[in-house]
């Protein structure tokens, strides 16, 4: 397989945003590493069934689903131990393998950032592709500014999927992306913009980025990099006032 290049990011802290819900949280974050690229269409053509037209264009069109399938696959290719466990179409994540996985929300975002406060790590521009661009599909990966991680378009290009639930009273099994897409507006292209799908959805602008890392988690595989199995249960609960929709135009993320 086409080597996946991975960057590790240093420990640290990031405060995530929720305006949906009006909640924020501080989360803190043990090192990981998470790819330099999306996911390219030549690589997962050499894991999956799926021709490569583009071999340097980020995948798209990929369902949660597929994208976790791909994690594994491309772990045993390697010969490291699979992340994911499957009971049908339930999924989870062993957090003590060193496999390939999808990142949580939280280093998704923290490793977007790369220090930065604002909504882009660098003028829009230059950092991400857009419809400002008046591209019609995505582009090849690494064609504008890096962060200063030195990952490429984790802003515009692609969504990328993340392991985390969206808004379970809300939406059940949809989980997130991040980072916006080819054909959205700058409002949509920002660090902390939530959106989500369910996990058979495939978009035509959503692709994945892999991450690496593993942790002993705390309550046996309850809580890691952001994530935790209770707080997801806890927030299945409708409680009458969930409000509806994606990120308010009005209250938007940073």
Known sequence: MTDIELRRIPAGAVTLHDARRSVQRTVELE??????????????????PIPSQHPRRPARDLSWLRAVHFCNAASEWEGL???????????????????????????WEFACRAGSAGPHYAPLAEAAWTSADGVSAPQDVGGKLPNLHGLFDTLGNVWEWCWDLLDPARYDDYRVFRGGGFADDAWSVRAGVRRGGGTRMHHDDVGVRVARGAFDSLDGGDEVQGWSASADRERAVVDGAVPFGWTPMGRAAR
Do not use: C, H, K, M
């Not at 466990?85 to 949580?104: A, C, K, Q």
């Open 81 to 107: 131990d699979p992340v994911y466990l499957f009971d049908g179409e339930n999924v989870t994540w062993d957090t003590t393998s060193e496999g390939y996985r999808l990142p949580t929300e939280a280093e």
């Open 31 to 48: 090192a990981f590493e998470i790819g330099v690229f999306a996911v390219t269409e030549e690589q997962l053509a050499e894991i999956l």
